[in-house]
């Protein structure tokens, strides 16, 4: 967990790791430990949102949204553009609230609301298919594969739209090895 964060944080000057430390909170559904994480006694999380680089995770705790309205009144970091929440993104729809301070270009909209995980691909530059497996694995299709068109999308069933291999590869997929 701190090990992420601290990727994150590769943005900014820190003046010494030697201080970071992580306090563990609790356990998700998922069994991912929730933890705050300090560097030289500052939660970086609460610097994160507070800059406008994450949000606030209401579901595990509300103790960054003040700093997320903060973040929002002075359109910090994402909040000068347009995003839509990460949890929101997974499952977006017609009705999916995009954030921040600039309205997206008109044709963009509806390329942004699409779903990933629907029947019909976001835009037709996104066609890999990825679908998860019965050991747990992310395996992705491009349209020249073997099993492309038995691949149905279904939010129901862990599948999801890619734009590219690299994106694929980026969200831990693999491709398919037939």
Known sequence: MLRK????????????????ADHPRAVDRRG???????????????????????????RISKD????????????AGMWQGAFIAPWDWRVRN?????????????????????????PVAPSPDCTIKGNVNSAGECIYHQPTSRWYAQIK????????WFCSVEEAEAAGCRETKR
């Open 94 to 118: 017609k009705k999916t609230a995009i954030l921040g301070a600039t309205k997206p270009p008109d044709g963009a909209h509806a390329v942004l609301l699409a779903s990933a995980s629907g």
């Open 64 to 75: 960054y949204e003040p700093d997320e309205a903060a973040a929002r009144e002075a359109k």
């Open 153 to 160: 999308m279904k939010i129901s069933k862990g599948t999801r």
């Open 32 to 58: 991912r430990t929730v933890a705050r994480c300090e560097v030289g006694g500052e939660d970086i999380q609460k610097w994160l949102v507070r800059n406008g680089w994450a949000l606030a995770y209401s």
């Open 5 to 20: 964060v601290l990727i994150a944080l590769s943005l900014v000057a820190i003046p010494s790791l030697a201080d970071a």
